[in-house]
C-alpha cells in the first residue's frame, strides 16, 4: 500500500514538475514576443508590434503590460475602439496601473471624448500626482473642452512644479488666447520668452495675440523674431504673411506665403491664401497658377475649384468657369451648390435656358428645396415668363411658407405683371410675418416704383421707428429723395448713416452726390476725399469727383484725380462713353494749357455725343456750365449767358453757374455802357429763299427783320412807323407792295442813343394780286432735310395732389408710330420721354436742340396738365407741369421761359413745338394773321412755332386737338405738309366740338424768322 503510494506520489511530482516547466516555457515564449512587439513598436512599426503582442497576450492573457503596449500600438495605427478596449482590459487586470490610465486618457482624447478622457487622466494624475506630462494633456482636453478654467488650473500647477519650464507658460498662453483674453496670452507668453528668448514658438504664439489685437506691426516682429530663430518655422512664415495681407502689404504678403510654400509645398492652404492676395491686387493670373498648385495637391479638392472658378469670373472668363463648376459636379454630381453656381454664370452670359435646366437639376436633386424653387423663379421672372415664375414662388412658398423673402419676390413678378394689389397683398404678408425693418423697407421700395410717395416714406419711417440705428432705411429713403431731387433730405439721412458707421465708404459717396447735386461743392469734395481715404482703390469715386473740381475752377486737381482714375483702371474695364471723354479731355488738357478754343471745340464735339439712355443726367449740366466758363474765357459773353442761362433751366441748384451769369451780366452791362457802335439791321423777309422756290410773290406781305446791338434795342420803326418788338430784336410788320419800286426805310435805335438806318428797294410783281402757292421744298438728294422728335408725356404724377391722366402716353405713343409710318422721321432720332422728371426734361430739350444743325427740323410733342400765371407785371406765363412736379411749387414746373432757353441757341432749321396742356397759349407771341401765305410757309426761313390745344384756358384729357392732329398726319395726302396747313385742316373742327381754342403762333423770343415747318411724307 505505501508503495502505491510513493509510486502516486512520485506521478504527482513528476506531472507537478512537467507543469512547471510547461508554465516557464510558456512565459518565456511570451516574454520573447512581448520583447519583440516592443521593439517594433519602439520602430514605429506597429502592425508587426500587434501581431507579436497578440501571440504574447494569447501565451499569457493576464499580462497587463502587453495589452497596454498593443493598445500603443493600436493608438499610433488610429485604431481607437481596439485600442481602448486593450487599455480597459489592463486596469481591469491591474487597477493601479497608471500608464493604462493614461493611455485610455490619449485615446479618448483622439477621438475628442474629452469628458472621458479627463475622467482617465484624472485618475492616471491621482496615481501619479507629480508627473507634470498628465497635466499638460488633461490641460488640453479641459481646454477643447471649452473648461478653460480647469484647464488653466491644471497649466498653474504645471508651472508650480516646474517654474523654469516655458512649455507651462506657453500653454497656459494658449487657453488664454482661445477663451479671447489675448493680453493675459500676451503676458504668459512673455514669461515664456523671458525664461528662454529662444523658444520659438512663444514669439510665434504672441505674434498671434498681438494679431488678434490688431497691433499688426509688434505682430509682424514677433513672426519676424521667430523665424529669425528658425528659419524653417512654415507656420511663422504663413503667419507673417497673413499679417501683411491684413495691412494691404501684398508684397511682402506674398513674399512669406512664397517662403510657406519652400518649407512646405505640399500645404495647399499656403497657395490658397497666397492666390488670394493675388487676387486682391488684381494679378489674377498668378491666383490662378496658385489655385492650379492647390488642385494638383488634391485632384478632388472642390473648394478650389469655386475660388478659381470666381476668379475666371473676375476676369470675364465665363466657359473656364463653367469648366470648374461643371468638374465640380463630375467630382459630386449630387452637388445641388454646383448647379447652383453654374446656373449663375448661364445668366451672366444670357444662356437663360442652360440656367433654368441646372437649377431644375438641383430641384430633381433636392425637390424639397425652396430655394432651387426661388432662383428659377428669378430666371423665369427675368425672361418676363411670369406665369411659370408665379409657379415656381408659389411652390418655394409652400416648400417654406415661413420665408417672407419669398412672399416679396412673388409680390415683385405681380407687380411686374401689372397686378399691383397681389402684390401689395404679398408685400403685406411680409410685413406682417416680420414685423422688421428690413420688410417694411421691401414694401417702401414697392411703393416708390408705384409712385406711392407717400406710403414709402411712411414705411421708411417705421422701420427706423424700429431701429433707430436701421442703416439700410436712411439709405434707401436717401435714395428715393435723391430720385425726387430732395437733396436737403437725403443729405440729412446720409449723415444719420455716417454718424452710426464713420468708417463706411458709401454713405460719403453718396452725401458727396447729393451735395454736388444740390450745388454745394466744397462740401462734395470733402466727402469724395473722406470715401477716397477709407477706399483709396475705388476708381468711381475719383472719375465721380473731377466735375466738383472743376465747378470750384481746381483743374489740376481734377486732373491728378484722372490720373488716378486711370492707374486704378483694369484691362478690359470700360472706358467712358465719348461724351464725356470729350469733357475729361478738356478739362484735363485745354484748360490746364489755357487753349480754350480747343476745349470749346472738343465740348461742342462732345455735346453732339450725348446719349441722354447712357449717361448720367449730371454730366450734361457739367458740359454746360464749363461751356459758358470757356465762352467767358474767350469774351464772347453773350453765347456764355446764353449756355448758362440754358444750364440753370435744366438744373436752378447750381451756384456756381448763378455766380457766373451774374458776373457775365455784369460785363455785358459795362459793355453796354461804353457802347458807341450802331446797331446792326438784319432783313430776314422778304429775300432769296434758301432751299426753296416761291412760285409767286403776293402784294400783302410782311417785312421780317431783327436788329442787334450789345445794349440791347431801344426802337424801329418802319417808313416812320414805330414796330413792336420783341426781346430777341425780331420786328414783323404787314406791308402791302405796290406794282414796281417800293421804296424800304428801317431804323433802329439802342438804348445808348446810336442809330442805324437801312433802305432798300424792293420790286413788287405786275400780278400783285394773285395769290401765292404754297412753298415746295427743293430736291437736294446729297442734303435731304432730317427729322427728328422728343415726345413728353406726363401722364402719371408722384404728388398724390395732382391727379393723373389716362391718355398722355396713349397719345405720344401713337404719334410716334404716325411719324415713323407715315413721315420721314428715322426711328433713332425719336426721344421718348414718358412720365419723367422736370430735369429729365429739360436736359433733353437742352441737349438735342443744341446738337442740330441747319438742315434739321425737330418736332417737340407736350401732353400733360399745364396752368398759366400773371406774373407781378400782370403778364401771363405757362407752364407744363411735369411727373415729378409739387402742386403750387412752380420751380418743380417747366415754364415758357425754361423753353424759350433751351431752343435760343439750336441751329435747328424749324422747330415746332405741340402743346396738348391747359394754358399752352401763354407760351406763344402773335404774328399778324394777314402775312402772305407764301412767305409765312417759306421753308427757307428758320421757325420757332408752337401748335397748342388751347390758348389761356383749360383743356380736357380726351383732347379732340391730339385726336384731330394724329388723324389729320395719317390720312394726309400731300407731298409737304406745312405745320400751318395742318394746323389750319382741323382748327375749325375742334372749335366746333370743343369748347377750346387753339393756337397757332411763333414762340417767344427764340429765333423765329417766319419761316414754316414742313412735313414730308414717305
Same mark, same amino acid.
Given at each position: 500500500?505505501?508503495?502505491?503510494?510513493?509510486?502516486?506520489?512520485?506521478?504527482?511530482?513528476?506531472?507537478?514538475?512537467?507543469?512547471?516547466?510547461?508554465?516557464?516555457?510558456?512565459?518565456?515564449?511570451?516574454?520573447?514576443?512581448?520583447?519583440?512587439?516592443?521593439?517594433?513598436?519602439?520602430?514605429?512599426?506597429?502592425?508587426?508590434?500587434?501581431?507579436?503582442?497578440?501571440?504574447?497576450?494569447?501565451?499569457?492573457?493576464?499580462?497587463?503590460?502587453?495589452?497596454?503596449?498593443?493598445?500603443?500600438?493600436?493608438?499610433?495605427?488610429?485604431?481607437?475602439?481596439?485600442?481602448?478596449?486593450?487599455?480597459?482590459?489592463?486596469?481591469?487586470?491591474?487597477?493601479?496601473?497608471?500608464?493604462?490610465?493614461?493611455?485610455?486618457?490619449?485615446?479618448?482624447?483622439?477621438?475628442?471624448?474629452?469628458?472621458?478622457?479627463?475622467?482617465?487622466?484624472?485618475?492616471?494624475?491621482?496615481?501619479?500626482?507629480?508627473?507634470?506630462?498628465?497635466?499638460?494633456?488633461?490641460?488640453?482636453?479641459?481646454?477643447?473642452?471649452?473648461?478653460?478654467?480647469?484647464?488653466?488650473?491644471?497649466?498653474?500647477?504645471?508651472?508650480?512644479?516646474?517654474?523654469?519650464?516655458?512649455?507651462?507658460?506657453?500653454?497656459?498662453?494658449?487657453?488664454?488666447?482661445?477663451?479671447?483674453?489675448?493680453?493675459?496670452?500676451?503676458?504668459?507668453?512673455?514669461?515664456?520668452?523671458?525664461?528662454?528668448?529662444?523658444?520659438?514658438?512663444?514669439?510665434?504664439?504672441?505674434?498671434?495675440?498681438?494679431?488678434?489685437?490688431?497691433?499688426?506691426?509688434?505682430?509682424?516682429?514677433?513672426?519676424?523674431?521667430?523665424?529669425?530663430?528658425?528659419?524653417?518655422?512654415?507656420?511663422?512664415?504663413?503667419?507673417?504673411?497673413?499679417?501683411?495681407?491684413?495691412?494691404?502689404?501684398?508684397?511682402?504678403?506674398?513674399?512669406?506665403?512664397?517662403?510657406?510654400?519652400?518649407?512646405?509645398?505640399?500645404?495647399?492652404?499656403?497657395?490658397?491664401?497666397?492666390?488670394?492676395?493675388?487676387?486682391?491686387?488684381?494679378?489674377?493670373?498668378?491666383?490662378?497658377?496658385?489655385?492650379?498648385?492647390?488642385?494638383?495637391?488634391?485632384?478632388?479638392?472642390?473648394?478650389?475649384?469655386?475660388?478659381?472658378?470666381? &476668379?475666371? !469670373?473676375?476676369? @470675364?472668363? %465665363? $466657359?473656364? *468657369? +463653367? #469648366? /470648374?463648376?461643371?468638374?465640380? =459636379?463630375?467630382?459630386?454630381?449630387?452637388?445641388?451648390?454646383?448647379?447652383?453656381?453654374?446656373?449663375? &454664370?448661364? !445668366?451672366?452670359? @444670357?444662356? %437663360? $435656358?442652360? *440656367? +433654368? #435646366? /441646372?437649377?431644375?437639376?438641383? =430641384?430633381?436633386?433636392?425637390?424639397?428645396?425652396?430655394?432651387?424653387?426661388?432662383?428659377?423663379?428669378?430666371?423665369?421672372?427675368?425672361? @418676363?415668363? %411670369? $406665369?411659370? *415664375? +408665379?409657379? /415656381?414662388?408659389?411652390?418655394? =412658398?409652400?416648400?417654406?411658407?415661413?420665408?417672407?423673402?419669398?412672399?416679396?419676390?412673388?409680390?415683385?413678378?405681380?407687380?411686374?405683371?401689372?397686378?399691383?394689389?397681389? *402684390? +401689395?397683398? /404679398?408685400?403685406?404678408?411680409?410685413?406682417?410675418?416680420?414685423?422688421?425693418?428690413?420688410?417694411?423697407?421691401?414694401?417702401?421700395?414697392?411703393?416708390?416704383?408705384?409712385?406711392?410717395?407717400?406710403?414709402?416714406?411712411?414705411?421708411?419711417?417705421?422701420?427706423?421707428?424700429?431701429?433707430?440705428?436701421?442703416?439700410?432705411?436712411?439709405?434707401?429713403?436717401?435714395?428715393?429723395?435723391?430720385?425726387?431731387?430732395?437733396?436737403?433730405?437725403?443729405?440729412a439721412d446720409l449723415s444719420a448713416v455716417i454718424r452710426i458707421y464713420p468708417d463706411k465708404t458709401w454713405?460719403?459717396?453718396?452725401?458727396?452726390?447729393?451735395?454736388?447735386?444740390?450745388?454745394?461743392?466744397?462740401?462734395?469734395?470733402?466727402?469724395?476725399?473722406?470715401?477716397?481715404?477709407?477706399?483709396?482703390?475705388?476708381?468711381?469715386?475719383?472719375?465721380?469727383?473731377?466735375?466738383?473740381?472743376?465747378?470750384?475752377?481746381?483743374?489740376?486737381?481734377?486732373?491728378?484725380?484722372?490720373?488716378?482714375?486711370?492707374?486704378?483702371?483694369?484691362?478690359?474695364?470700360?472706358?467712358?462713353?465719348?461724351?464725356?471723354?470729350?469733357?475729361?479731355?478738356?478739362?484735363?488738357?485745354?484748360?490746364?494749357?489755357?487753349?480754350?478754343?480747343?476745349?470749346?471745340?472738343?465740348?461742342?464735339?462732345?455735346?453732339?455725343?450725348?446719349?441722354?439712355?447712357?449717361?448720367?443726367?449730371?454730366?450734361?449740366?457739367?458740359?454746360?456750365?464749363?461751356?459758358?466758363?470757356?465762352?467767358?474765357?474767350?469774351?464772347?459773353?453773350?453765347?456764355?449767358?446764353?449756355?448758362?442761362?440754358?444750364?440753370?433751366?435744366?438744373?436752378?441748384?447750381?451756384?456756381?453757374?448763378?455766380?457766373?451769369?451774374?458776373?457775365?451780366?455784369?460785363?455785358?452791362?459795362?459793355?453796354?455802357?461804353?457802347?458807341?457802335?450802331?446797331?446792326?439791321?438784319?432783313?430776314?423777309?422778304?429775300?432769296?429763299?434758301?432751299?426753296?422756290?416761291?412760285?409767286?410773290?403776293?402784294?400783302?406781305?410782311?417785312?421780317?427783320?431783327?436788329?442787334?446791338?450789345?445794349?440791347?434795342?431801344?426802337?424801329?420803326?418802319?417808313?416812320?412807323?414805330?414796330?413792336?418788338?420783341?426781346?430777341?430784336?425780331?420786328?414783323?410788320?404787314?406791308?402791302?407792295?405796290?406794282?414796281?419800286?417800293?421804296?424800304?426805310?428801317?431804323?433802329?435805335?439802342?438804348?445808348?442813343?446810336?442809330?442805324?438806318?437801312?433802305?432798300?428797294?424792293?420790286?413788287?410783281?405786275?400780278?400783285?394780286?394773285?395769290?401765292?402757292?404754297?412753298?415746295?421744298?427743293?430736291?437736294?438728294?446729297?442734303?435731304?432735310?432730317?427729322?427728328?422728335?422728343?415726345?413728353?408725356?406726363?401722364?402719371?404724377?408722384?404728388?398724390?395732389?395732382?391727379?393723373?391722366?389716362?391718355?398722355?402716353?396713349?397719345?405720344?405713343?401713337?404719334?410716334?408710330?404716325?411719324?415713323?409710318?407715315?413721315?420721314?422721321?428715322?426711328?433713332?432720332?425719336?426721344?421718348?420721354?414718358?412720365?419723367?422728371?422736370?430735369?429729365?426734361?429739360?436736359?433733353a430739350l437742352v441737349s438735342k436742340s443744341n446738337s442740330l444743325t441747319e438742315n434739321d427740323n425737330l418736332?417737340?410733342?407736350?401732353?400733360?396738365?399745364?396752368?398759366?400765371?400773371?406774373?407781378?407785371?400782370?403778364?401771363?406765363?405757362?407752364?407744363?407741369?411735369?411727373?415729378?412736379?409739387?402742386?403750387?411749387?412752380?420751380?418743380?414746373?417747366?415754364?415758357?421761359?425754361?423753353?424759350?432757353?433751351?431752343?435760343?441757341?439750336?441751329?435747328?432749321?424749324?422747330?415746332?413745338?405741340?402743346?396738348?396742356?391747359?394754358?399752352?397759349?401763354?407760351?406763344?407771341?402773335?404774328?399778324?394773321?394777314?402775312?402772305?401765305?407764301?412767305?409765312?410757309?417759306?421753308?427757307?426761313?428758320?421757325?420757332?412755332?408752337?401748335?397748342?390745344?388751347?390758348?389761356?384756358?383749360?383743356?380736357?384729357?380726351?383732347?379732340?386737338?391730339?385726336?384731330?392732329?394724329?388723324?389729320?398726319?395719317?390720312?394726309?395726302?400731300?407731298?409737304?405738309?406745312?405745320?400751318?396747313?395742318?394746323?389750319?385742316?382741323?382748327?375749325?373742327?375742334?372749335?366746333?366740338?370743343?369748347?377750346?381754342?387753339?393756337?397757332?403762333?411763333?414762340?417767344?423770343?427764340?429765333?423765329?424768322?417766319?419761316?414754316?415747318?414742313?412735313?414730308?411724307?414717305?
Amino acid at each position: 500500500m505505501k508503495f502505491y503510494r510513493n509510486v502516486l506520489k512520485s506521478v504527482i511530482l513528476a506531472g507537478s514538475i512537467l507543469f512547471s516547466v510547461q508554465v516557464a516555457a510558456q512565459s518565456d515564449a511570451a516574454t520573447n514576443y512581448f520583447n519583440e512587439g516592443k521593439a517594433y513598436s519602439d520602430n514605429s512599426q506597429y502592425n508587426q508590434a500587434v501581431i507579436s503582442l497578440t501571440e504574447a497576450i494569447r501565451l499569457n492573457a493576464t499580462n497587463q503590460v502587453s495589452y497596454n503596449f498593443r493598445g500603443h500600438a493600436y493608438l499610433n495605427l488610429n485604431e481607437y475602439d481596439k485600442a481602448i478596449a486593450d487599455f480597459k482590459e489592463a486596469i481591469r487586470l491591474l487597477p493601479g496601473y497608471g500608464n493604462a490610465h493614461f493611455n485610455l486618457g490619449k485615446a479618448y482624447y483622439k477621438i475628442e471624448a474629452y469628458d472621458l478622457a479627463i475622467e482617465a487622466f484624472t485618475e492616471a494624475i491621482r496615481l501619479d500626482p507629480k508627473d507634470k506630462n498628465l497635466l499638460d494633456w488633461r490641460g488640453s482636453a479641459y481646454k477643447n473642452n471649452k473648461d478653460y478654467e480647469f484647464a488653466l488650473k491644471d497649466y498653474n500647477e504645471y508651472i508650480r512644479q516646474d517654474p523654469k519650464d516655458v512649455r507651462g507658460y506657453n500653454l497656459r498662453g494658449n487657453v488664454y488666447f482661445e477663451k479671447g483674453y489675448y493680453d493675459d496670452a500676451i503676458l504668459s507668453y512673455t514669461e515664456a520668452i523671458n525664461l528662454n528668448p529662444a523658444y520659438a514658438t512663444s514669439y510665434e504664439n504672441r505674434g498671434n495675440s498681438y494679431y488678434n489685437i490688431k497691433e499688426y506691426d509688434i505682430a509682424i516682429s514677433d513672426y519676424a523674431e521667430a523665424i529669425r530663430i528658425d528659419p524653417n518655422n512654415e507656420s511663422a512664415h504663413f503667419n507673417l504673411g497673413k499679417t501683411y495681407k491684413t495691412k494691404g502689404n501684398y508684397d511682402m504678403a506674398i513674399k512669406e506665403f512664397t517662403e510657406a510654400i519652400r518649407i512646405n509645398p505640399n500645404d495647399k492652404y499656403n497657395y490658397g491664401w497666397r492666390a488670394d492676395v493675388y487676387k486682391q491686387k488684381k494679378d489674377y493670373e498668378a491666383a490662378i497658377n496658385d489655385y492650379n498648385q492647390r488642385i494638383r495637391l488634391n485632384p478632388k479638392d472642390i473648394d478650389t475649384y469655386k475660388l478659381r472658378a470666381d &476668379i475666371h !469670373i473676375e476676369m @470675364k472668363e %465665363y $466657359d473656364a *468657369a +463653367i #469648366n /470648374d463648376y461643371s468638374q465640380l =459636379i463630375r467630382l459630386d454630381p449630387k452637388d445641388f451648390e454646383g448647379y447652383m453656381l453654374r446656373a449663375r &454664370i448661364h !445668366i451672366t452670359m @444670357k444662356q %437663360y $435656358d442652360k *440656367a +433654368i #435646366n /441646372d437649377y431644375s437639376n438641383f =430641384i430633381r436633386l433636392d425637390p424639397t428645396s425652396s430655394i432651387a424653387y426661388s432662383f428659377r423663379a428669378g430666371v423665369y421672372s427675368d425672361q @418676363k415668363i %411670369y $406665369d411659370l *415664375a +408665379i409657379k /415656381d414662388y408659389t411652390e418655394a =412658398i409652400r416648400l417654406s411658407p415661413e420665408y417672407v423673402h419669398y412672399y416679396l419676390y412673388r409680390g415683385q413678378v405681380y407687380k411686374e405683371m401689372g397686378q399691383v394689389t397681389l *402684390a +401689395i397683398g /404679398d408685400y403685406n404678408k411680409a410685413v406682417l410675418m416680420s414685423g422688421k425693418p428690413s420688410e417694411f423697407i421691401a414694401r417702401a421700395k414697392l411703393y416708390a416704383e408705384l409712385k406711392k410717395y407717400d406710403l414709402a416714406f411712411a414705411d421708411f419711417a417705421e422701420a427706423i421707428r424700429i431701429n433707430p440705428n436701421e442703416t439700410g432705411a436712411y439709405g434707401q429713403r436717401a435714395d428715393l429723395y435723391l430720385e425726387l431731387n430732395k437733396f436737403e433730405s437725403a443729405i440729412a439721412d446720409l449723415s444719420a448713416v455716417i454718424r452710426i458707421y464713420p468708417d463706411k465708404t458709401w454713405p460719403y459717396y453718396s452725401r458727396a452726390i447729393a451735395y454736388k447735386e444740390n450745388g454745394i461743392y466744397d462740401l462734395a469734395i470733402k466727402d469724395f476725399e473722406t470715401a477716397i481715404r477709407i477706399d483709396p482703390d475705388d476708381e468711381d469715386l475719383y472719375i465721380n469727383s473731377i466735375s466738383s473740381f472743376v465747378r470750384t475752377q481746381q483743374f489740376a486737381k481734377a486732373k491728378e484725380y484722372y490720373i488716378r482714375y486711370k492707374e486704378l483702371q483694369l484691362p478690359g474695364d470700360l472706358d467712358l462713353d465719348k461724351f464725356y471723354q470729350y469733357y475729361i479731355k478738356a478739362v484735363t488738357e485745354d484748360i490746364p494749357a489755357n487753349e480754350y478754343g480747343q476745349a470749346l471745340i472738343n465740348l461742342n464735339a462732345g455735346a453732339k455725343e450725348y446719349d441722354p439712355e447712357n449717361t448720367s443726367k449730371g454730366r450734361y449740366t457739367n458740359l454746360l456750365a464749363l461751356k459758358g466758363y470757356v465762352l467767358e474765357k474767350l469774351n464772347r459773353f453773350n453765347e456764355a449767358k446764353d449756355v448758362y442761362e440754358q444750364a440753370l433751366s435744366v438744373n436752378s441748384r447750381q451756384t456756381d453757374v448763378k455766380q457766373a451769369l451774374a458776373v457775365v451780366n455784369k460785363k455785358l452791362a459795362e459793355i453796354a455802357n461804353g457802347d458807341k457802335i450802331p446797331p446792326e439791321i438784319e432783313l430776314i423777309s422778304p429775300q432769296n429763299a434758301r432751299g426753296l422756290q416761291v412760285v409767286a410773290n403776293n402784294s400783302n406781305t410782311q417785312i421780317i427783320g431783327k436788329a442787334k446791338d450789345p445794349s440791347g434795342i431801344a426802337s424801329v420803326t418802319l417808313n416812320g412807323k414805330l414796330l413792336k418788338i420783341e426781346e430777341d430784336g425780331l420786328f414783323v410788320s404787314p406791308l402791302i407792295f405796290k406794282s414796281g419800286a417800293n421804296d424800304i426805310s428801317i431804323i433802329a435805335v439802342d438804348k445808348k442813343g446810336n442809330s442805324a438806318t437801312k433802305t432798300f428797294t424792293i420790286n413788287g410783281s405786275a400780278d400783285a394780286n394773285k395769290q401765292e402757292s404754297d412753298i415746295i421744298p427743293v430736291a437736294d438728294a446729297n442734303n435731304a432735310p432730317q427729322y427728328h422728335a422728343i415726345l413728353i408725356a406726363s401722364q402719371d404724377y408722384t404728388d398724390p395732389s395732382i391727379p393723373d391722366l389716362e391718355n398722355p402716353v396713349k397719345d405720344a405713343s401713337e404719334l410716334k408710330t404716325i411719324l415713323e409710318s407715315n413721315y420721314t422721321f428715322d426711328a433713332r432720332n425719336i426721344e421718348t420721354l414718358y412720365n419723367k422728371s422736370r430735369e429729365e426734361i429739360m436736359q433733353a430739350l437742352v441737349s438735342k436742340s443744341n446738337s442740330l444743325t441747319e438742315n434739321d427740323n425737330l418736332v417737340i410733342f407736350y401732353a400733360g396738365h399745364g396752368i398759366a400765371e400773371k406774373d407781378k407785371f400782370g403778364d401771363v406765363d405757362g407752364y407744363w407741369i411735369p411727373s415729378s412736379a409739387k402742386k403750387g411749387l412752380n420751380a418743380s414746373y417747366i415754364s415758357a421761359d425754361d423753353i424759350n432757353k433751351a431752343l435760343k441757341r439750336s441751329n435747328s432749321k424749324h422747330i415746332l413745338v405741340v402743346a396738348d396742356a391747359c394754358f399752352s397759349g401763354a407760351f406763344t407771341r402773335a404774328l399778324s394773321s394777314d402775312a402772305s401765305v407764301g412767305i409765312q410757309k417759306q421753308f427757307a426761313v428758320p421757325s420757332r412755332k408752337i401748335m397748342a390745344s388751347g390758348n389761356l384756358e383749360p383743356v380736357p384729357d380726351n383732347s379732340k386737338f391730339v385726336f384731330y392732329l394724329k388723324k389729320n398726319l395719317k390720312e394726309n395726302k400731300e407731298k409737304y405738309l406745312t405745320a400751318k396747313k395742318l394746323f389750319d385742316s382741323f382748327y375749325e373742327a375742334i372749335l366746333n366740338n370743343s369748347d377750346t381754342s387753339p393756337q397757332y403762333a411763333a414762340i417767344k423770343n427764340v429765333g423765329d424768322e417766319g419761316g414754316e415747318f414742313v412735313f414730308i411724307k414717305k
